[in-house]
Every structure is written in C-alpha cells, then in structure tokens.
C-alpha cells in the first residue's frame, strides 16, 4: 500500500498523533469516550490532579479533540473528534490481538 501525503497533511497528522503521544490524554479521552464529564468528575474517575486535567484539557480542546459547555461554574467535557476515538479502540484491538 502506497501513501502520499503534502506537507500540510503531514503537519495536522503529526499534530494529532502528538495528542495521543502523552499517556495522561488518553487517560482522559477514555474517561470521556461515552460521555461528557465535568473536570471533577475526570478527576474522580482517573485519579489525577485537577491542575493536570485541566491542562491537558486546554490542550485538547485547542487541537479540536474535546469540546466544553458551562453550565453555572461548570464546565463539561465531551469528544467531539470521533475518528481519533476510533483510532485508539483501533490500535487497542489490533495491540491486544499481537499479544495473543
């Protein structure tokens, strides 16, 4: 199989790869793959600290990954790049399957 991609392509494909390459935002991504979640309730779920989940959050948000709404003081997290989503349960699947 034969890929071809321009400059501009390769640029956003490495910016998204760059988004799953820290183990916290996938921590996170998980916790928000079936459902939005407030930053407290990320934090609950996965044990890591506000600060870090909130960071991690703003970086997301800024590549295009999640998206939030306010509701009062707070805010709530959901997926909105389904096809990066797809992609990790992909390669957790196709990982799983070579440990066999």
């Known amino acids: 199989m ?3 991609f321009n400059p501009g392509e390769l640029e956003t ?3 998204r790869f760059k988004i799953l ?3 916290t935002r996938l921590q ?3 916790a928000l793959c079936n459902q939005e979640h407030s930053v407290q309730e990320i934090c ?5 600290l506000q600060g870090n989940v909130s960071k991690h959050l703003r970086l997301m948000k800024a590549a ?3 998206a939030c709404r306010r509701q009062g003081v707070w805010r709530y997290y959901r997926v909105i790049d389904l096809d990066l989503l797809a992609l ?5 699947n196709a990982s799983n399957a070579s440990c066999e």
């Open 2 to 4: 034969e890929i071809v």
């Open 13 to 15: 494909l490495a910016s």
């Open 21 to 23: 390459a820290e183990p």
């Open 28 to 30: 996170i991504l998980a």
């Open 44 to 48: 609950d779920c996965t044990g890591l």
């Open 64 to 66: 295009g990954v999640v």
């Open 88 to 92: 990790c349960a992909r390669t957790r």
